[in-house]
């Protein structure tokens, strides 16, 4: 985590002396990577597709995270795991069935892949690719800015990945994960975003 942390702390830095050497205003890809740099949390809803070799699966999630490392996630449809969610405080995960009427906690160790599914393990990806590319595409009708990344380490399931950004709003649309072969294997589209939200310390908090 704290790997994480300085990586967000340099690349604000990086905006900061670019800000101060220029007086022209930045560029939309600027304004998107600054506001991805300075971000210290986001809480948001998003429907969530796994794809493997037997179909896919989809389920709507909420979704709470920490520039530190902490996050939520919940899983709100459909019905059959309604009601499920994972906690990590920064230490410990704790997975709680509702149906069971109980909850599985375990320390864990630091784990890049844990956390790929949320938007701060991809800016620390991205702030560490070599050749990323940007483009302009449309999603929906709607006008976004794509950034790419690689994911690093040898896990041919997780290789690269793709965050779609609307230009007008500047907040994210969908983010997608491939395997090495180029296939998507998770896909979030999101339907509310709030970046930098007031959280309920409750939330990231393991009770025993």
Same mark, same amino acid.
């Given at each position: 985590? *704290?790997?994480?942390? $300085?990586?967000?702390?340099? #690349? ?21 990577? *600054? ?18 070799? *037997? ?8 979704? &709470?995270?920490? $520039? ?19 906690? &990590? ?9 509702? *149906?069971?009427?109980? $909850? ?13 599914? #949320?938007?701060?393990? &991809? ?35 997780? $290789? ?41 310390e409750a939330l990231f908090t393991i009770e025993e």
């Amino acid at each position: 985590m *704290k790997r994480i942390l $300085s990586l967000f702390l340099s #690349f604000g830095l990086l905006f900061t002396i670019a800000a101060c050497n220029r007086e022209e205003p930045m560029t939309e890809l600027e304004s998107i990577q *600054k506001q991805l740099a300075e971000m210290e949390g986001y809480a948001c809803t998003a429907t969530l597709t796994r794809s493997s070799h *037997k179909g896919e699966q989809t389920y709507e999630t909420k979704q &709470f995270y920490k $520039s530190t490392g902490e996050y939520r996630l919940e899983l709100t449809a459909p019905e059959n795991v309604a009601g499920n969610y994972t906690v &990590f405080d920064g230490e410990r995960i704790c997975q709680y069935n509702p *149906k069971l009427d109980s $909850s599985i906690i375990k320390d864990v160790p630091e784990s890049q892949h844990r956390n790929e599914l #949320f938007l701060g393990q &991809f800016v620390s990806n991205y702030m560490q690719s070599e050749g990323v590319s940007v483009e302009t595409a449309a999603l929906d009708e709607s006008k976004c800015i794509v950034l790419e990344a690689v994911i690093p380490g040898n896990d041919a399931a997780v $290789s690269t990945e793709k965050l779609w950004v609307d230009r007008e709003t500047q907040l994210p649309v969908r983010f997608v994960i491939y395997d090495a072969e180029g296939n998507q294997r998770y896909c979030m589209d999101y339907h509310e975003f709030e970046f930098n939200p007031q959280f309920d310390e409750a939330l990231f908090t393991i009770e025993e």
